[in-house]
């Protein structure tokens, strides 16, 4: 089993930033080789990817938030990162941290409220 905890979230005003920590407890095996994502869900929409990372390092990101988000990790500190700088009012949501071992298990953390004022 792994448990994963969000922190980081907040108020901030448009253009501003914010990181997100997502740190993850249990099975320290599973950690190190599962795909990491980050995901966000705004009222009345569906959850949808915003980035996510994968064990060897490999990255990807939704369009809306490429090139203003980054995520990256510290395996060390079973802990994976979202960078957000540039941030608009429709960035506003709650941000889940997802882990994910292919074919075997999927966890999520609690969700961390982000919300952005124009």
């Known amino acids: 089993q792994v448990q994963l905890v969000e922190s980081g979230g907040g108020l901030v005003q448009a253009g501003g930033s914010l990181r997100l920590s997502c740190t993850a407890s249990?099975?320290?095996?599973?950690?190190?080789?599962?795909?990491m994502g980050w995901y966000r869900q705004a009222p009345g929409k569906q959850r949808d990817l915003v980035a996510a990372?994968?064990?060897?390092?490999?990255?990807n990101y939704a369009g809306s938030v490429k090139g203003r988000f980054t995520i990256f990790k510290t395996n060390a500190k079973n802990t994976v990162y979202l960078q957000m700088n540039s941030l608009k009012p429709e960035d506003t949501a709650v941000y889940y941290c997802?882990?994910?071992?292919?074919?075997?298990?999927?966890?999520w953390g609690q969700g961390t409220q982000v919300t952005v004022s124009s």
């Open positions: 249990g099975d320290i095996f599973n950690i190190n080789t599962m795909i």
């Open positions: 990372i994968t064990s060897g390092g490999s990255t």
């Open positions: 997802r882990g994910t071992v292919v074919g075997a298990a999927d966890y």
